[in-house]
């Protein structure tokens, strides 16, 4: 991923500040301070604070959907492969530091709706994409569906799932995005 260095310090900034206080508690100053510029450097990239929020979760999908692009590239670069390296991604996201600063932005998502949009944006591409997956688009949402659930209880800390269950569970998952399941058992 190309970075512009000088949005990005910002974007890593805001992060931090994220991190440390809520996102709720994100400021263009205190964003400044933390990257060491002034107020008006931070402005002459972002408008104002809902334009750099909406970024840094714009950055959070690119993130993620560089980790897929890694994956897909790893499985022969198929696109049929790409629920399988949806799964592949999703299991090989350790960085907590992302999953902590996702968990620290839903309070700022749910108060402000126009935050939301670089995920609506994904979420209608990759159903885009799953709807033409080999094992078709309803198996495909049910695999997509139990992926963003476990990233969930991942993000949040609530997981009951031990090492051992995620890894059974993943198996499960990469064969639901790659094999059809038998016609008696899909939506008519």
């Not at 979760?57 to 980790?67: L, P």
């Not at 080999?134 to 997509?144: E, I, K, L, N, R």
């Not at 031990?162 to 998952?173: N, Q, V």
Request: charged share 25%; net charge negative; aromatic share 6%.
């Amino acid at each position: 991923m190309v970075r512009d260095s000088a949005r990005d310090s910002i974007l890593d900034a805001a992060q931090a500040v994220v991190l440390e206080r809520g996102a709720g508690h994100v400021t263009l100053e205190a964003v400044a301070e933390r990257a060491g510029l002034s107020k008006g450097g931070v402005l002459y990239h972002f408008q104002n604070k809902d334009a750099m929020l909406s970024a840094l979760v714009d950055r959070m999908v690119r993130m993620f959907q560089s980790v897929v692009a890694e994956k897909r590239k790893a499985l022969g670069d198929d696109p049929e492969r790409t629920l399988e390296a949806h799964v592949e991604a999703v299991f090989s996201m350790g960085d907590q530091t992302m999953n902590d600063a996702a968990c620290a932005m839903l309070p700022a998502l749910a108060t402000n709706p126009v935050l939301l949009e670089p995920l609506r944006s994904f979420y209608r591409d990759h159903y885009g994409e799953l709807s033409n997956s080999t094992v078709g688009p309803y198996q495909s949402a049910v695999v997509s569906l139990a992926l963003d659930g476990l990233w969930l209880m991942e993000m949040l800390q609530i997981s009951p799932l031990t090492e051992d269950d995620e890894a059974k569970i993943k198996l499960m998952l990469l064969r639901l995005a790659s094999k059809p399941l038998p016609k008696s058992f899909t939506p008519n």
